[in-house]
Nanobody
């Protein structure tokens, strides 16, 4: 039901845009979030967006560099990438109309897309 795409290997300072595709029934009235998990680390919240795009929320580590948006897909524009952004990125559909930083508030998870930033 969810598919994240757009990852790949890039160098420090580069940009990538991730896309999350979900069925209308799955996500049109729900918030969507992006999370990431680096090797040996716990999954962490990156950004979320409300059902209508009116409310967005970012982790401090990406604020000012990443932008979340949505139309019929949900996007994560990642700018000024750093090696510490290297991770598998996942999109998830919230249980409500709004996003959350808490993974437990999400009901559907997609397969991730790998982002690798080299120095």
């Amino acid at each position: 039901q969810l598919q994240a795409s757009g990852g790949g290997p890039v160098q420090t300072g580069a940009s990538l845009r991730l896309s999350c595709t979900a069925s209308k029934r799955t996500a049109s009235n729900n918030g969507v979030g992006w999370f990431r998990q680096a090797p040996g680390k716990e999954r962490e919240f990156v950004a979320s967006i409300s059902w209508n795009g009116g409310a967005t929320y970012y982790a401090e580590s990406v604020k000012g560099r990443f932008i979340i948006s949505r139309d019929n897909k949900v996007y994560l524009q990642m700018n000024s990438l750093k090696p510490e952004d290297t991770a598998v990125y996942y999109c998830a559909v919230s249980r409500s109309a709004y996003g959350s930083s808490q993974a437990g508030q999400y009901q559907y998870w997609g397969q991730g897309t790998q982002v690798t930033v080299s120095s």
